[in-house]
């Protein structure tokens, strides 16, 4: 990570978009940037572990603590709730370290009205094709939970003119590259401009 003052940096983008590829490769070659670790009532996938993808809990402990005010944003999200934690987010950033959400659009949303300093990236997969083969290639879904999150991707799409960088998947090296050079230069400039004024 370049100097400067810590970021809260949001990845969206439509499923199958790559996310959680450039996300992860991002956060190898990035010390100082953590992941957030989000809370969820869906139910875990074959290799999720619990407390490193998500923390997995029931709807009455996500609903408890949306009430208690303990979430920076919440969604639902292809019929499951997700939220952010407001003090894994908080923690960081007073230890100094930049964090990285992989959420959605909504989240995103919310999260800039929150933190105007946030920083948010779309990602973009090269074309819709593209899109459908990613997920069918994933293996991990059926037909309906296919056809469901490309509805949702095609309606993702429309808020990608609402985040501050646009970046396309065209090549994984590439859109890795750019990424980090984006967290890099708001960065050095965040550290110019002094702290993000919390929300
Ligand atoms: P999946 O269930 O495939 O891991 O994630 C489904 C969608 O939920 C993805 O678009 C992912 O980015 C989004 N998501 C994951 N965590 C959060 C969160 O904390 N808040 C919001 N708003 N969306 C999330």
């Known amino acids: 990570m370049a100097p400067g003052e810590p970021l809260i940096v949001v990845i969206s983008g439509p499923s199958g978009a790559g996310k959680s590829t450039v996300a992860k490769r991002v956060l190898e ?28 809990v029931s709807p009455e402990e996500f609903a408890a603590r949306r009430d208690a005010g303990r979430l920076l ?40 009205a929150a933190r105007p300093g946030a920083v948010l990236i ?11 083969e990613r997920l069918r290639g994933r293996g991990t879904d059926d037909e ?7 509805e949702n991707a095609r309606k993702e799409l429309e808020s990608a003119k609402d985040y501050d960088y646009r970046v396309v998947n065209d090549d994984l090296d590439r859109c890795v590259g750019e990424v980090m050079g984006i967290i890099e230069a708001e960065a050095e400039k965040n550290g110019a401009d002094g702290p993000p004024v919390p929300g």
Do not use: C
């Open 29 to 56: 070659k990035s010390p100082g940037l953590v992941r957030s670790v989000s809370v969820t009532t869906r139910g875990p996938r074959v290799g999720d572990v619990d407390g490193e993808d998500y923390y997995f």
């Open 73 to 112: 944003e919440w969604a639902e999200v292809h019929g499951n709730l997700y939220g952010t934690e407001a003090e894994q987010v908080d923690l960081s950033i007073a230890g100094g370290r930049s964090v990285l959400l992989e959420i959605d659009v909504q989240g995103g949303t919310s999260v800039k």
């Open 122 to 132: 779309f990602l973009l997969p090269p074309s819709d094709g593209t899109l459908e």
């Open 144 to 150: 309906a939970v296919i056809l469901r999150r490309l």
